[in-house]
């Protein structure tokens, strides 16, 4: 039988940290990099943050858009 869909706020993290997520939606990214939402998708919408559309869904992180948004904070130098 499946497991029923979880409902502790905790299993939302274990959820929003798989790294077998192929793309995250922009409150997972957010929770990732510890920022608000409004902030990363002023990020996403700016282009700072790499997002993709998947047909009519919501725009989507793919997961290693994020190591290289922080490697530009890091680094903006190297990203120029």
Do not use: Q
């Not at 409902?7 to 793309?23: C, F, G």
């Not at 929770?31 to 700016?46: A, Q, S």
């Amino acid at each position: 039988m499946a497991e029923p869909p979880a409902t502790n706020p905790s299993d939302d993290v274990l959820i929003a940290l798989d790294p077998a997520l192929a793309l995250l939606t922009v409150e997972e990214a957010a929770r990732r990099l510890r920022i608000g939402r409004t902030t990363c998708f002023k990020l996403v919408i700016t282009g700072e943050i790499e997002s993709v559309t998947v047909g009519r869904l919501r725009r989507r992180v793919p997961p290693d858009a994020l190591p290289a948004y922080v490697a530009k904070l890091r680094h903006p130098a190297e990203a120029a």
